[in-house]
C-alpha cells in the first residue's frame, strides 16, 4: 500500500493561492486506509478549505486513481464542474495526481505527501519494508530486506553504529531496530548463518532507472 | 614514509593516533598537533567527515600530514560518495603520495550538521575493501583496465564490544576475507573483552590496533556509555577519574596504562585524543613504549 500524509494546511492554502474555484480528487484504496484521501478525509479538506473562503465546485473519490483509464472514465461525469475550475487538489498519492493531470488541462496540487510503500501491522500502523529496489535480494537474508531495513542499505552485516540491537538513527521517539541484528538472529533461528558469510557484490542500481517503466507482452 | 607498511611487516608494537580536520580552512594547529607526533608513531589517521560534520576533507588533509613528513592512513568512507567518486578520490590518493586507506561505511548523515543530505551508500566498508584490492590489481571494479595501479595497505575497523557480538565478529571475517590487512578496533576499556575479541582475531593473518579514547572526565566518560555505540568504560575507570582531582592527569595515566597492558595482547593501539593530541606524545611517555 502506497503511505500517504495530509500535508499542513498552511502549505496547501498556499499552493492554492491566487485560486478561488477548486475541484477534488480522492481515493478510496490506499488514501482511504491513510486516512488522507477516502470520502470522509476529503470531505473534511471541503470544509476547511470553504472557511477560508474557497469555492469547491464538485469531488470525486475514485477507486484507484493511480489507473490513469480509471481516472479518465471516473472524471468525465464531472467535466462540467471541473472546466469551472481554477485548479484540481488531489487527496490521493503522487501516482494519482499525475494520473489527472495527464487527463485534465488544469493545474494539479498535491493535498498530500506521499511517504512509501507500506506494510500495516494494525490499522493505521504503517512501516517500510520495501522499497522498491528493482532487484530482490531477500533471498540471501531469508526474508528480511536490508536495503530498507537497514538506514544505510548495508548488505553485509551491521555497521559500527549499532547499539544493543538498535540502529544507529534510533531514538527514544523513533526506536528502530537494527535490521543486522534482525537478520543474524532470522538466519541464525532457521539455521542458515552460512548465508551470513557470503560477501554480497555492490548492489546493481541500473536494476531501477527512473523513471521506471514495465510492458507486458500480450499473451497469444 | 611507508612507515605503517614497515611496522606491519614487522612485529613491532604500532603505535597510530588520530588527527581531525579542522571546520574550515586554517590547517595550523592541526599541522602543529601533527608535526608533535613525528618520529613518535607510525602513521596519522585522517578522519572523513567524522560524525558526518563537514570539514576540510581527507584527502587534503592527508597530503598535507604527508608533507610533515608523517604517514597518513587516509579514512575513506561511502556515506559521500558513489563508486565512481570513491575509485577516482582512491587514483588521486595514490598520485599525492597516500598509501594507506582505511575503509570504512561511515555514520549516518542524521548524525551530523547536514541531516538535509542525500546519504549516498552506494557501497560500504566490505565492498569498498574488496574495490581497494581491485585497484591494487591494476583494474577498476567492472574490470577495466588502469593505466597505472595502486598498491595500498587496506584497513578495516571493528568493535569488540559490540553488543550483540556474533554478527559484528561474523563482519569482521568478511572484511578479512575482503582484504583487510589491518584492524583499528573502537576504543576498548575492558583489557579481558581485547583478550577474548583476539582469541578471534588471532585465527586470521591481520594485525589488530586496538583503539585508546582519552578520558577527560567521568562526565565524559558516562556520555560515552550512553551515547557511543560499542563503547564501555568500566565503572572502575569512572571512579578514578570521578576521584581525581586533576581528571585530565588521571585520563591520560588511564590511557598509559592501557596501552601497556595491551602490548602484550594485541599489535598495537590507536590514540584517539579528540582535541587533545598534543597530549599524544606524553600518553606515550608514560606508557613506558
Ligand atoms: S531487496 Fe528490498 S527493496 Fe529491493 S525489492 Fe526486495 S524487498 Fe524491495
Ligand atoms: S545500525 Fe544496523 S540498521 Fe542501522 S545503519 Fe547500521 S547496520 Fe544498518
Redesign the interface.
Known sequence: MIITKQKPFQEILKSLEGETNIFLVGCSVCADECQTGGECATKELIETLKAEGKNVTGFAVINSPCHVLVTKKDLKPHREFIDKSDSILVTACGAGAQSVSEVIEKPVRPAVDTLFLGNVERHGHFYEHCSMCGECVIAFTDGICPITNC???????????????KC??STEDRPVDCA??L??ERL?KLNH?DK??N?????N?SKHLKPDRLILERKK | MNTLKNALETSKFIITAESGPPKGTDVNEMIHCVSLLKGKVDAVNVTDNQSSVMRLGSLGASKLILDQGLDPIYQLTC?DRN?LAIQSDLLSAWVLGIRNVLAL?G??P??GDHKQAK?V???????LL?VINTLNRGTD?NGNQLKGKTAFVTGA?V?PE???I???L??F??KV??GAQFFQT?AVYDTKKMEEFMKTARQFQVKIIAGILLLKSAKMARFLNKFV??IRVTEDLINELEKSEKPLETGIQIAARQINELRSICDGVHIMAIGMEDKVPMILERSGI
Open positions: 538506514a544505510k542499505g548495508l548488505l553485509n552485516g551491521p555497521c559500527g553504529g549499532m547499539n544493543k540491537g544507529e538513527i543486522w541484528v537478520i543474524y541464525k548463518l551470513f558469510k560477501i554480497q557484490p555492490a548492489k542500481y | 556515506r563508486r561505511t555514520d549516518h542524521q548524525a546519504p551508500f552506494d557501497i560500504e566498508s566490505v565492498q574488496q571494479m575497523t568493535t559490540a553488543d550483540p556474533e554478527p559484528q561474523l563482519k571475517e568478511k576475507k575482503a573502537q555505540p560499542g
